[in-house]
């Protein structure tokens, strides 16, 4: 595990089923766009590119377009988010919630994630990283009480209705719950409202980011991480 960061997050993988490096591994454009909080975000992407397929975190065939579609996409939501606390719901290899970890240290993020091994990835990750800002509960995100959060993350969890009710006590009041792929007067959010159990605890101000930034930085299909790379200028 020692020099996991040392190459970038990886830029050389050593391995006969190798599917080549990362082309943004050791783009110094990255480093630019990560700052100071480089090394420890270049740190966790190193350590999930050596230990994730091993432990069942990412597929083999991910490894040579982490940054792009992994890291690079975690981080899009940072400018997005309001100060105090983040619970990232369902947290598996700790995206994005490791990611935010990294990059704001200052930050206190709660990884919510139900499965044991998972769990101890993260623990022993965010321990290996120095992020103290990180706290690990081994739980459902329905079966968690007292967080207060002011934001809740979650990336390929479940559908949004599902998420929201299963996040619904996780908020703290006048929390704010916004979404990428729907605006605030998109039929799927008028739904919820009318139908959703959580409605009444739900945060009640529902925000699509700026349509420019949202397109640049959020989108999750194979033309919006190109927008991602470019406004991070990686390409």
Do not use: Q
């Amino acid at each position: 595990m020692t020099g996991a960061s040392e190459d970038g997050g990886g830029g050389a993988f050593a391995g006969p089923d190798s599917p080549g490096p990362d082309p943004l591994a050791d783009d110094p454009r990255v480093a630019v766009f990560f700052g100071a909080r480089y090394s420890a975000v270049a740190g966790f992407t190193g350590l999930l590119r050596e230990l994730g397929p091993e432990r069942g975190l990412v597929g083999p065939r991910e490894l040579n377009r982490l940054w792009e579609r992994h890291i690079l996409n975690s981080a899009a939501v940072v400018p997005f988010l309001p100060a105090g606390t983040v619970a990232d719901v369902g947290s598996g290899a700790g995206l994005p919630g490791l990611v935010i970890a990294a990059m704001e240290p200052k930050r206190e993020v709660v990884l919510i994630e139900p499965m044991e091994r998972r769990a101890t990835w993260l623990g022993e990750v965010s321990g290996l990283l120095g992020l103290k800002n990180v706290r690990v509960i081994r739980a459902r995100a329905e079966d968690v009480r007292g967080v207060g959060v002011r934001a809740v993350t979650a990336r390929a969890v479940a559908p949004l209705a599902k998420l929201v009710v299963g996040a619904r006590r996780l908020p703290a009041p006048k929390a704010r719950c916004s979404s990428s792929r729907a605006g605030p007067r998109s039929p799927r959010l008028r739904r919820l409202r009318r139908s959703s159990p959580a409605r009444a605890s739900t945060p009640r101000s529902w925000r699509r980011p700026p349509s420019k930034g949202s397109r640049r930085r959020l989108s999750c299909d194979s033309r919006g991480r190109r927008r991602l790379a470019r406004s991070a200028g990686c390409d």
